[in-house]
């Protein structure tokens, strides 16, 4: 039997024109009612219809394309289900990001999708998770957990694997001065890809590796500006913490004098298809945006369904794609650049 908004509101002892507010969302309902009209529902076993509602995707890397990839593919993924997504470029923990669910928690927002969002950042904003919450709107994370520490549906590239690969593929070439160039401090991909690349390396009786990590903005003026004190050390090599940097690391290197792989090796990191074609291909750990995509499609359909899904960090192996931007360790070490 077909169960309605009359059968939630007897259930529940409220009017219907309050059951219609809480199944859309909308303020202006006590959290008590909202409560018992909530559970009126899972007792009647209502499902709330997912047509024409909106998931948005929260990003601050627009013109990355890997997470213009992974936000079309979540939207391949949703669209057959009557959902569509609308994207919003924030600045990661930024007011911008609370504005965007702000306003559209009202329009009958069905689900928000973090990618690489403020639940990446230590010591961003709760603010709007708070609010997803007091209005049952699920939300998910890639990349990232949250920083309100709440349990909730998170997909992510295994980064410490990730090092691993880069480190071992390198390593394997004969390189054993091999720098890093990763992103800020605090950003937590960044932090663990750092952590997987100091373990990898001290794995391999390197053990003060620190000194050959540099910290940088995730764009290829960051990558850039990481290799000249790497190449002061004498490095032979340099992972990349993403392909945008990695891109800056061989512009910086040429700027110097070195060539690409023949004096310095350089590995990068997401795999979009582009580093198929730069000078030289780019050699790259990749993401695995589809898989990643399907789950957090999988994940919005259930959360909106009102179905359990599983909580907690879900993390997904990267593949090392070898190209020509790696080479076997020169047989003898450039004088340090400016040298």
């Avoid at 209005?135 to 992510?156: H, I, K, L, Q, T």
């Avoid at 997987?196 to 903005?217: H, K, P, Y």
């Avoid at 780019?282 to 179905?307: K, M, W």
């Amino acid at each position: 039997m077909r169960v309605g908004i009359t059968d939630i509101a007897a259930r529940a002892q409220v009017s219907e024109a309050t059951v219609s507010r809480v199944i859309n969302r909308r303020q202006g309902v006590a959290r008590k009612t909202r409560d018992a009209v909530e559970q009126a529902m899972a007792e009647l076993g209502y499902e709330r219809t997912t047509q024409g509602r909106l998931v948005a995707v929260v990003t601050d890397h627009v013109s990355n394309p890997f997470f213009a990839d992974v936000a079309e593919r979540i939207e391949s993924a949703l669209a057959p289900h009557g959902l569509k997504t609308v994207l919003c470029p924030a600045f990661a923990g930024g007011v911008q990001e609370y504005d965007f669910v702000s306003s559209l928690v009202d329009k009958g927002i069905a689900a928000v999708v973090f990618l690489s969002a403020s639940n990446t950042v230590e010591g961003a904003d709760t603010e709007a998770y708070e609010l997803l919450r007091q209005r049952r709107v699920p939300y998910v994370g890639v990349n990232g957990e949250f920083a309100d520490g709440v349990a909730v549906p998170v997909f992510s590239t295994d980064d410490l694997l990730a090092a691993e690969l880069a480190v071992d593929h390198l390593y394997r070439l004969g390189h054993r001065r091999i720098g890093m160039a990763s992103g800020p401090a605090g950003n937590r991909p960044a932090d663990r890809r750092v952590q997987g690349f100091l373990t990898a390396m001290a794995r391999r009786g390197i053990e003060d590796a620190g000194r050959w990590v540099i910290r940088q903005s995730y764009t290829v003026e960051g990558g850039q500006a990481a290799v000249a004190p790497l190449l002061e050390l004498g490095a032979t090599a340099v992972v990349a913490a993403s392909d945008w940097m990695a891109l800056g690391a061989i512009r910086g290197i040429r700027r110097l004098g070195r060539s690409v792989p023949e004096d310095v090796s350089v590995v990068g990191y997401d795999g979009t298809g582009v580093t198929e074609f730069t000078d030289p291909p780019l050699t790259t750990v990749r993401q695995p945006a589809d898989r990643l995509a399907l789950e957090v499609g999988r994940s919005v359909l259930a959360l909106v369904g009102n179905r359990d899904v599983p909580t907690g960090e879900l993390l997904f192996d990267p593949e090392l794609v070898v190209r020509a931007s790696t080479a076997p360790a020169p047989a003898t070490v450039p004088a340090p650049a400016g040298g």
